[in-house]
Each structure stands twice: as structure tokens, then as C-alpha cells.
């Protein structure tokens, strides 16, 4: 489990970069969904422990069942809700049972009801996110309804939040809009913190999965069959974990090719110094290692790379290594809750990994001669 929370912001990152360079940015979803399926599979009535047969094939189809039928049951438990947010969950679970389970009229469903939650829930950061963040078709819009401020939807509410404008820079930059591109770069540039939602829907994933008996005791019943792990609130944290990087984390793709100098050599040198301060923004202020990884790498794109940059890159190369020795098992229940408890309340993964490192002994920065590409300064096995 300790190398699986550092790896999941890893597997992230390979999706959130990847796109194609041309084209507007695809679901973010495409890369970690199985991930996130199967941390929320297998949680309904009739689950067994029949992914454990010796036919793969038959284990697989097996998940897709126990899948399915636990994204109908707690959608069905949302359905009544009349609050925006829990809206904007039931249609992430009908997406994922459309997945499970095609045909997908589902995510026809899904759209619409999407689409309705941003309506009704205009004040609603994490749901003004998610229907910024989704594709044309997730959201609902098409030719016929389009959804022309949808691009604005968390800008309208929190524009010193650098990702309220990646969907406006992912339109401009897939429409070959130089200007546009240009000005969604300096808002980003301009803004004071980088906000990637994935600690506050976690947060808000966990609290759905413990609001319903049911859910919760079939949460312990898997947890136990899989991991001898019974407690049902680590495994709703695993869960919301899994599922808040499959559904929040942004596309990178668009900020990663508008700030590569060696790409774009007919961009304005005042686009990469906004680059540069973007990525400083995330690689310093950001809420997630993902945020932090990318955004060294957008500064270092931007051909503004400096000794700074490097010797804070340095540190935080560091404290991801290090910080696997400090991060709980999912069989250490207390570790977990307070690790966890750390990533509410600081708001911050890198934060809650560095209070890990302290309550372990752990240096916060490497020591004198630490090389970050030797392989002696890989951290210890436990």
C-alpha cells in the first residue's frame, strides 16, 4: 500500500500528459478507470470471493458483476438526493457502470444528470469542477444544446485557482486559437494556487460510501476477503482515492505542449516566463503529487529552468522517495485514519506525506550529496 498511494499519482500523471498534442483533450479518465473500477467493485450484497479463480477470464467477468450491480445499488441510494453534489457522484458511478456493462445508455443518463447538478449547484466548487472537467459528451453538450460558458463554469467562481482555467486553455489550444491559448496561459499565470480537486472529492467519496449501512459493511466484508483488512472506513479511503483520481484530476496535455519551447519555437518568449510561473505555482502550491510532478516539468519545458527550480526539485524528489517508508500499510487502521485525516485537513498530499515523515523520524530534506538518479538513494525496503 505505501508504494500503491505514490503510484497511483503516477499512474495519473502517465494519462494527465498523454493526450494527443493536436487534438482537445480526452476524458481524464482514460488511464486510471480500471484503477478506480476496481477499488469500487465487488463492494454489493452478493459479493464473493470468486475474482480468486484459477480462469482469469472468469475472475474478470466476475468484477464486472459485482461491479455492477454495487454502482446500480448506490446509485440508486443517491437517486433520491436532492443535492447537487451527491448528483454529480451518482452520475460518476452510472459512467462507471456503463463501463461494466454496455450497452451504455447509461451514460446517456449520466450526461444529463450531470448536467442538471451544474445547473443547480452553481456555488458548488467540486461540482462546477467536474462539469468543466468532463468531455463534451460526459457534459451533455452537444450541437444541438451546446454549453458555451461551461468552459468558465469554475473560473465564474474561483479564478486564483490555476485549474479553473485548463478547460478554456485545452479549447483554445485544440482550436489552434494562439490568442486564446495566450490568454488562459497569463490567468493561469496570475493565479496564486493550483486547487487539482483530488483531496476534496476523495474526502467527499468517502462520506458517500459511509452514509449508507449497507455500503459500509460490504466495504468490510471485501476488505477483509481481499486484504484481511475489515475496517470498513480504510477501505472507503482506498476507494475515494482511487475513484477522486479517475474523476478529478485534470488533462495536462494542452498546459504541457503550449509551454514546450522547443515545440512551440514561434510562441512570444513572454508565453514561457508564464509558463515557468505556472509550473512553480503547482510544483510549490499544488494540492497533489501530480500537480507537483507536472509542474516541474512544465518549468522545465519552458526553458526557464533555474537553480531554484532544480534545487526544489531536489527536495521534493526526496520527500516522494522517503516518504514511502513513512506511509501506512492498509493494515495499520490508525496510520491510515491519521494519514488520511492529514490530506483533509492540510489539503495537501505532500503535506500529509511530510507530517508522516516527521512522526517517523524522517529528514525533510536530503542530506549533502544526495543524488536523486543514483540508485543508492533509492529508498529502503521496510
Known amino acids: 500500500m505505501r508504494n500503491a498511494l505514490l503510484a497511483l499519482s503516477m499512474v495519473v500523471a502517465a494519462g494527465a500528459a498523454g493526450a494527443s498534442p493536436t487534438g482537445r483533450p480526452q476524458s481524464p479518465t482514460t488511464s486510471i478507470e480500471p484503477v478506480a473500477a476496481t477499488a469500487v ?21 466476475a468484477e464486472a458483476r459485482k461491479s455492477a450491480a454495487l454502482m446500480q445499488r448506490l446509485s440508486g441510494l443517491l437517486a433520491p438526493s436532492a443535492s447537487p453534489r451527491d448528483q454529480v457522484m451518482r452520475a460518476s458511478l452510472l459512467r462507471f457502470r456503463s463501463m461494466a456493462a454496455p450497452p451504455s445508455s447509461q451514460a446517456s443518463e449520466a450526461s444529463a444528470i450531470l448536467r442538471r447538478a451544474a445547473a443547480a449547484g452553481g456555488s458548488d466548487r467540486l461540482v462546477q469542477w467536474m462539469w468543466a472537467n468532463a468531455s463534451e459528451a460526459e457534459a451533455g453538450c452537444t450541437a444541438a444544446t451546446p454549453c458555451p460558458d461551461r468552459d468558465n463554469a469554475l473560473a465564474r467562481i474561483e479564478p486564483e485557482n490555476a485549474v479553473a482555467w485548463l478547460p478554456m486553455l485545452g479549447r483554445a489550444w485544440a482550436d489552434g486559437d494562439t490568442a486564446g491559448t495566450d490568454a488562459a496561459l497569463a490567468r493561469m499565470a496570475d493565479a496564486t494556487r493550483y486547487d487539482d480537486f483530488f483531496i476534496e472529492m476523495s474526502g467527499a467519496w468517502v462520506e458517500v460510501f459511509g452514509r449508507f449501512p449497507e455500503i459500509s459493511a460490504a466495504q468490510s466484508r471485501i476488505g477483509s476477503a481481499r486484504t484481511g483488512v475489515a475496517d470498513a472506513d480504510v477501505v472507503a479511503m482506498i476507494s475515494g482515492m482511487a475513484v477522486s483520481a479517475a474523476f478529478a484530476i485534470p488533462q495536462l496535455s494542452s498546459l504541457v505542449h503550449a509551454c514546450d519551447r522547443g515545440k512551440e519555437p514561434l510562441a512570444e518568449p513572454a508565453r514561457f516566463e508564464r509558463c515557468a510561473r505556472i509550473g512553480r505555482t503547482m510544483a510549490r502550491h499544488g494540492t497533489s503529487i501530480l500537480s507537483e510532478m507536472m509542474g516541474f516539468a512544465v518549468v522545465r519545458r519552458s526553458g526557464n529552468w533555474s537553480a531554484s527550480d532544480a534545487a526544489a526539485e531536489r527536495d521534493a524528489l526526496w520527500r516522494r522517495g522517503q516518504g514511502i517508508r513513512a506511509l501506512p500499510s492498509e493494515k495499520d487502521i490508525a496510520g491510515f485514519r491519521l494519514y488520511f485525516s492529514d490530506l483533509q485537513s492540510s489539503g495537501s498530499e505532500s503535506e500529509a506525506i511530510r507530517r508522516a515523515m516527521v512522526r517517523h523520524g524522517i529528514a525533510l530534506v536530503p542530506p549533502a550529496g544526495w543524488d536523486p538518479s543514483s540508485k543508492a538513494s533509492a529508498p529502503r525496503k521496510e
Not at 41 to 61: F, I, K, M, Q, R
Open 41 to 61: 467493485g465487488g463492494l454489493g450484497d452478493g459479493w464473493t470471493n470468486e475474482s480468486n479463480s484459477d480462469d482469469p477470464d472468469a475472475a474478470s467477468e
